[in-house]
């Protein structure tokens, strides 16, 4: 069985440019997280979505980060208009829904912005 | 806040010896404590998870000792290997129906020297 797959693995951009990335869940799995891990931090939650609907997003920076899953499978985090403090690996896991479920997490994204 | 904190953020532990992570917490509403591996370049994965019904839970060499009271856990590593040189988060969720929003501490960095 394929694990979550996120692409690209690297991004390198100037302050201001965009940003796009990419996850693909375990199939079956209903819930979907983006997680942001500065370097040397644990893991912070951005976004999550049941399906392709958005449970809670209330630690997504809304004014430059947005996040969708129009089809309840694959899901698109987008950065606009980076800062230096976004530099960071960002982190795609997937689940089953319900308690105490374990997460399955991506090999990570990981942006510098210069 | 941190609602998840650790310690030591490193320990450095002979091959053969038992390494001890920390960690404690604020929100009483925690009741699910998984503990996550992560090696350099690749995502977190779970190692142990307890309950909070549960004063101690044993995997192989992994054990997690819980005390609900005081809002702390420790992972024991026994018979450390050097295979067992990564960063180690612990993590805690609250039961809020059927979601596994997971919160993560800093992290404690174990290096096993042979």
């Known amino acids: 069985e394929a694990g979550v797959t996120q692409s690209p693995r690297y991004a390198v951009l100037q302050e201001g440019q965009a940003v796009s990335f990419w996850c693909d869940p375990i199939s079956g799995h209903d819930t979907l997280y983006w997680y942001q891990q500065p370097r040397d931090q644990g893991p912070q939650l951005l976004v999550y979505?049941?399906?392709?609907?958005?449970?809670?997003n209330s630690q997504l920076p809304s004014d430059r980060f947005s996040a969708v899953r129009p089809k309840g499978t694959n899901s698109t985090l987008k950065i606009q208009s980076a800062k230096q403090g976004d530099t960071a690996t960002y982190l795609c896991?997937?689940?089953?829904?319900?308690?105490?479920?374990?997460?399955?997490f991506g090999e990570g994204s990981k942006l510098t912005v210069l | 806040q941190q609602q998840v904190r650790q310690s030591p953020q490193s320990l450095t532990v002979w091959e053969g010896e038992t390494a001890i992570l920390n960690c404690s917490y604020e929100?009483?509403?925690?009741?699910?404590f998984p503990w996550y591996q992560q090696f350099p370049g690749e995502g977190p994965a779970l190692l142990i998870s307890i309950l909070s019904v549960s004063n101690k839970k044993e995997d192989g060499r992994f054990t997690i000792f819980f005390n609900k009271r005081e809002k702390k856990l420790s992972l024991h590593i026994a018979d450390s290997q050097p295979g067992d040189s990564a960063t180690y988060f612990c993590?805690?969720?609250?039961?809020?129906?059927?979601?596994?929003?997971?919160?993560f501490g800093q992290g404690t960095v174990l290096s096993v020297i042979p």
């Open positions: 979505f049941r399906d392709e609907a958005v449970i809670d």
């Open positions: 896991a997937s689940s089953f829904n319900r308690n105490t479920g374990q997460l399955y």
């Open positions: 993590a805690a969720s609250a039961p809020t129906g059927g979601n596994n929003k997971l919160t």
């Open positions: 929100n009483s509403a925690f009741d699910y």
